[in-house]
């Protein structure tokens, strides 16, 4: 009896153990501000001045964000002074200035979630963090060393100018609350490419690269809700998760999981008002969702497994496979 009584104690401190192994990959040193976010502000900059003083961002504007040509070329300089004149752009810019005249609170939010970062992912570069105008482009510009956003498509997804350039699925993204994990999010996928990080290009690829994202997004930005991670409204949210498991089962039922067919893939992770192969209630890449919910059953059954071990696996089929990830299909 006394036997059994020792092997008992020893299997639940065994299994105390494995469990605090497995919290601890998460846990956080206490923030001391070893990471300092200081936002540049080369909107500010460029109209002021007809141009910004950093010649790598400057060059970087000129020529990729703005594609106006080579930064020294005559006519680019005529492109920027035509452009800086726009009435609607000098409407944005000043609405800018009123939305972003301080950033003390973006600024803290980056700087923990970019200490956190570092905390998983110790090699990981810090960039340069900075805001520009472009002529309601690229939301997020990221480059080595350099990450950008245009604020001019931050103003509030009532801003009058966007309703007649965006959709109304898209204005509901354009938000100043949405800053900081567009932020994030864009530095991930610059450092965590798709290329790197998976073996070919199927939804399932795809899924799982996404879900690898939201996961550690939630880790490094844990004051933030899930919708604003996902850029979904908090409806969004509830209706991925209430109906996972038919989410799920129509994927099975086309035959989808594996399809590497583009328009498939752009119909499940596209940018649109509905999840076309769901219902139109469904958000736009509401399959994201599955992704999410696969990786986190992983790390839940593979508990040595750290987050840069996790977002440096490639095999997607082995993430399935070793998650366990069996919803219970609806009938």
């Given at each position: 009896?006394?036997?059994?009584?020792?092997?008992?104690?020893?299997?639940?401190?065994?299994?105390?153990?494995?469990?605090?192994?497995?919290?601890?990959?998460?846990?956080?040193?206490?923030?001391?501000?070893?990471?300092?976010?200081?936002?540049?502000?080369?909107?500010?900059?460029?109209?002021?001045?007809?141009?910004?003083?950093?010649?790598?961002?400057?060059?970087?504007?000129?020529e990729n964000i703005m594609q106006f040509g080579p930064v020294d070329a005559h006519e680019t300089q005529c492109y920027?002074?035509?452009?800086?004149?726009?009435?609607?752009?000098?409407?944005?810019?000043?609405?800018a200035q009123i939305m972003f005249d301080e950033n003390e609170d973006l600024e803290a939010i980056l700087s923990k979630?970019?200490?956190?970062?570092?905390?998983?992912?110790?090699?990981?570069?810090?960039?340069?963090?900075?805001?520009?105008?472009?002529?309601?482009?690229?939301?997020?510009?990221?480059?080595?060393?350099?990450?950008?956003?245009?604020?001019?498509?931050?103003?509030?997804?009532?801003?009058?100018?966007?309703?007649?350039?965006?959709?109304?699925?898209?204005c509901a993204r354009m938000k100043p609350e949405q800053l900081a994990t567009d932020y994030l999010n864009g530095w991930?996928?610059?450092?965590?490419?798709?290329?790197?990080?998976?073996?070919?290009?199927?939804?399932?690829?795809?899924?799982?690269?996404?879900?690898?994202?939201?996961?550690?997004?939630?880790?490094?930005?844990?004051?933030?809700?899930?919708?604003?991670?996902?850029?979904?409204?908090?409806?969004?949210?509830?209706?991925?998760?209430?109906?996972?498991?038919?989410?799920?089962?129509?994927?099975?039922?086309?035959?989808?999981?594996?399809?590497?067919?583009?328009?498939?893939?752009?119909?499940?992770?596209?940018?649109?008002?509905?999840?076309?192969?769901?219902?139109?209630?469904?958000?736009?890449?509401?399959?994201?969702?599955?992704?999410?919910?696969?990786?986190?059953?992983?790390?839940?059954?593979?508990?040595?497994?750290?987050?840069?071990?996790?977002?440096?696996?490639?095999?997607?089929?082995?993430?399935?496979?070793?998650?366990?990830?069996?919803?219970?299909?609806?009938?």
């Open positions: 009896m006394l036997k059994l009584l020792r092997t008992l104690c020893l299997l639940m401190l065994c299994l105390c153990c494995s469990c605090q192994q497995s919290e601890d990959r998460y846990r956080l040193p206490s923030f001391r501000q070893q990471v300092n976010i200081d936002i540049l502000r080369y909107d500010r900059e460029f109209f002021e001045n007809n141009r910004i003083a950093d010649s790598t961002f400057w060059t970087l504007y000129c920027l002074e035509l452009f800086r004149n726009d009435s609607d752009i000098c409407q944005s810019y000043r609405q979630a970019f200490f956190r970062l570092q905390h998983y992912v110790p090699d990981m570069p810090l960039p340069r963090v900075s805001m520009h105008i472009s002529g309601f482009g690229q939301s997020i510009v990221s480059a080595p060393g350099i990450l950008s956003a245009s604020i001019d498509k931050y103003l509030g997804e009532d801003y009058p100018v966007y309703q007649d350039l965006f959709y109304e699925y898209q991930l996928r610059s450092e965590f490419t798709h290329e790197s990080l998976m073996y070919d290009y199927r939804l399932l690829d795809y899924l799982i690269y996404e879900g690898k994202l939201l996961f550690l997004l939630e880790k490094i930005m844990p004051e933030m809700s899930f919708e604003q991670l996902a850029a979904w409204s908090k409806e969004d949210y509830l209706w991925c998760k209430q109906n996972e498991s038919p989410m799920w089962e129509r994927i099975q039922y086309y035959e989808h999981l594996y399809s590497r067919d583009p328009l498939v893939l752009q119909k499940y992770i596209g940018d649109a008002p509905s999840t076309i192969y769901f219902t139109e209630e469904s958000p736009a890449r509401a399959a994201i969702w599955l992704g999410y919910r696969i990786v986190s059953e992983y790390m839940r059954q593979q508990k040595d497994c750290n987050i840069l071990q996790l977002m440096m696996e490639v095999d997607s089929e082995k993430i399935l496979r070793l998650s366990l990830y069996r919803p219970k299909l609806s009938k």
